[in-house]
């Protein structure tokens, strides 16, 4: 491989868990695929002592000219009150900047129900710098709150902003205290498919009056993180330590590619770690027989994805290849082949061993329960504020009991401060008489966080 200006280069490896054994009759293969990215930046991701290991490089990786942020910080009305949360959102704004690698590409917008750009202010991104980082503090010290909360408007901004240069990584901000009132969820919606894979984008919820679905759904689209601040004084050191991940991302646009032989049929295709995101309905077509699903940018990081197609029956002692997982980075110029950084295979073996074909890989099983975890504190919050207290009650106990028997711990944390556990093994709880709004908005905004499996 050259040697390229950077000197970290990250490298990608693809490892495949499963049971590929199948009784007769049997049709559905799953799978466990665990990519990883060593050698690039430093990111918040699954420690690398639990990845996979000898990673191959990623051909090209690395000589893009660098990484474009834009922050997007709500200054709407709301956040006057308290008066000290505009002061908190621009001090955590400041450290952001202060984190930012020189020669970052980089731009402020203040959005309220327009977005406006102001810094640099030109329609333009700036060049970091001791200079430019000083002035950006300076116009951050002028923002002030007032107006109303249309957060497609600023995303659309950051997306002009961030493909006004050419860079290999985008990324954006987001910062929100409110519910977003002064556009349509379809204007939302059509601003998300605009912007999706075109830039990635972490949101941040201050505070407890926003809509946590809305902030999740900019995360989820747009392939970024999402979480809840609800001590706008925590806002600083969220907010570095975001800027640290993104500055961490050395490779973007990478795509997992499904390739499945004639008569194969795809359920689905999901992240599972570090956090539960269904990828099935984001395909693009490469070919008559694969597909590629978006992951975004990469650092040093390892994620998990389950993949789990469905082949045609077929005879005791029989087998096929069910499926081929690749890693695709597309050409930057759009005209050339895309690399394959990485790959693996999904087998199906029909066999008349029933020991064999009746044992679930734990890798399978772990992240099964983690899904359904997900699904299930998502339904059980649902179903309390519905009034269905029975149903929340039923929901939520699951949930306890997939936390204690996976060794979720953050998540089984979250969950005792909206119910009582009675027997977590079984999922006995009582849903608590008061549940502070915080602590429901952080349970259900951190309810697609996963733990890793036990090896």
């Known amino acids: 491989m050259a040697n390229f200006s950077k000197s970290n280069v990250p490298q990608f490896s693809v490892e495949v868990y499963q049971n590929e054994f199948l009784p007769e009759g049997g049709r559905e293969?799953?799978?466990i695929v665990t990519v990883t990215s060593t050698g690039g930046g430093t990111t918040g991701g699954i420690p690398l002592a639990d990845a996979a290991p000898s990673p191959a490089p990623a051909p090209g990786a690395g000589q893009g000219p660098g990484a474009a942020v834009v922050l997007m910080v709500d200054c709407s009305g709301s956040m006057d009150y308290p008066p000290t949360k505009m002061r908190n959102a621009r001090d955590a704004t400041a450290a952001a900047i202060d984190t930012l690698r020189e020669g970052t590409r980089f731009a402020v917008v203040a959005g309220t129900h327009v977005a406006k750009d102001v810094y640099p202010g030109n329609g333009r991104l700036a060049v970091a710098d001791a200079r430019t980082k000083a002035q950006a503090k300076e116009a951050l010290r002028k923002l002030s709150a007032g107006g109303g909360t249309a957060i497609g408007t600023w995303?659309?901004?950051?997306?002009?902003?961030?493909?006004?240069?050419?860079?290999?990584?985008?990324?954006?901000i987001l910062l929100t205290d409110g519910r977003n009132e002064h556009e349509s969820p379809e204007d939302l919606r059509a601003a998300l498919d605009s912007c999706a894979g075109r830039f990635t984008c972490d949101a941040r919820?201050?505070?407890?009056?926003?809509?946590?679905?809305?902030?999740?759904?900019?995360?989820?689209?747009?392939?970024?993180?999402?979480?809840?601040?609800?001590?706008?004084?925590?806002?600083?050191?969220?907010?570095?330590?975001?800027?640290?991940?993104?500055?961490?991302?050395?490779?973007?646009?990478?795509?997992?590619?499904?390739?499945t032989p004639v008569g194969v049929e795809i359920r689905f295709v999901k992240q599972v770690a570090p956090t539960v995101a269904d990828l099935t309905a984001r395909r693009t077509e490469a070919n008559a027989r694969a597909g590629d699903y978006p992951t975004g940018s990469w650092g040093d990081e390892?994620?998990?994805?389950?993949?789990?197609?469905?082949?045609p029956e077929a005879g005791i002692g029989q087998e096929m290849l069910a499926a081929r997982v690749s890693l695709i980075l597309p050409d930057p110029s759009g005209a050339g082949t895309p690399q394959t950084l990485s790959q693996g295979l999904v087998r199906a073996v029909w066999t008349d061993d029933m020991v064999a074909s009746t044992s679930i890989n734990p890798q399978v099983a772990h992240y099964t329960g983690q899904a359904e975890l997900a699904q299930v504190i998502q339904q059980?919050?649902?179903?309390?504020?519905?009034?269905?207290?029975?149903?929340?009650?039923a929901k939520l106990g699951r949930a306890v009991q997939l936390a204690s028997a996976s060794g979720n711990q953050d998540t089984a944390k979250l969950l005792s401060k909206v119910v009582d556990v009675v027997d977590a093994a079984t999922g006995t709880v009582r849903l608590k008489a008061k549940v502070a709004e915080a602590d429901e908005m952080t349970l259900e905004t951190r309810s697609t966080k996963t733990v890793r499996v036990k090896k």
């Open 29 to 31: 293969v799953n799978a």
């Open 155 to 172: 995303l659309r901004l950051a997306d002009r902003l961030l493909n006004s240069t050419d860079v290999s990584i985008r990324h954006g």
């Open 205 to 259: 919820g201050v505070g407890t009056d926003w809509e946590v679905k809305e902030v999740t759904g900019v995360a989820a689209a747009l392939l970024g993180t999402a979480d809840i601040v609800a001590d706008p004084s925590g806002l600083a050191a969220d907010f570095t330590r975001m800027m640290e991940n993104a500055m961490g991302k050395e490779v973007a646009d990478v795509a997992l590619r499904l390739w």
């Open 302 to 311: 390892s994620r998990d994805y389950h993949v789990c197609v469905v082949v």
């Open 380 to 393: 059980g919050l649902d179903a309390r504020k519905s009034g269905d207290f029975d149903g929340a009650t």
